[in-house]
């Protein structure tokens, strides 16, 4: 059955259902970030209970967990743990992320992240570590060119990581937009207006709609709002759905 045959035979709104399958589609990538979130908070647990503070060697000890969601995972092409600066009392700022390439082998990512020599020292302005700081959420970041790991059109799902209290970084997984729109795009063709995805600053994570581009920042109502209220509304001309437990709003013209 196509999808506009199952979108025909759905017994609910076509926008709730299609939403839905979006939020199914992403939730697994969630998982797996919060897979990493658990292994870094048990980690750093250890640690301290040993009095001490992190050093980079101790997340070493988070590579057979990444390396397992990277082979298990369809939509992860990277994933990892990023460090606040100041955590680790022997590295200002720390990435301990691993990359699964075109031949299948998982490869380690490694940065200068000298801030006299390196552009991507600080990578705490990066919507993909800003915004679960800020929030305390978990966020979608993207679709942006990601020099820093890939140079690949990306998303990037992130969870913030405490401990004692703090926030100690975030858990995150890479998922290549061309993947991400193979997916999706599908099931916002199916629908009977044009449809686009966007996050909760009104980026478009994908579009069926060709006034709205992939990457572009659109205007419009406070779609943050719509998820945190996790319902569905029509503002400003348009149909406001939010996709189930990730932070992406199904809109339609």
Known sequence: MDVRSRLAAVGTEPETWVAAQVGGALEAVFEAVAATRADTAALLRRVAAEGRRPVSRDLAALRPGLHLRLGREALV??????????????APAWLEWWQSGAD??????????????????????????ALPRATGRRAVAGPYVDYLCSDEYSLTLSEPVWFQGRFAGVAAA???????????????????????????????????????????????????????????????????????GVPLVLVLA
Not at 80 to 86: E, K, M, Q, S
Not at 120 to 125: K, Q
């Open 104 to 129: 299948g082998v998982v490869r380690p990512l490694l940065l200068d992240l000298d801030p006299g020599r390196s552009a991507y020292a600080d990578y705490t302005h990066w919507d993909w570590f």
């Open 174 to 244: 890479d998922v290549y937009l061309r993947h991400f729109e193979a997916a999706v795009l599908p099931l916002l063709r199916g629908l009977a207006r044009p449809a686009r995805l966007v996050n909760a600053r009104g980026r478009v994570a994908a579009s069926a709609d060709a006034a709205h581009l992939a990457g572009s920042l659109t205007k419009g109502p406070d779609f943050g709002d719509v998820l945190a209220t996790a319902r569905p509304r029509t503002r400003e001309g348009l149909r406001l759905v939010p996709c189930r």
């Open 77 to 90: 092409s990277g994933a990892g743990f990023v460090a606040d600066p100041g955590l680790l009392a022997d």
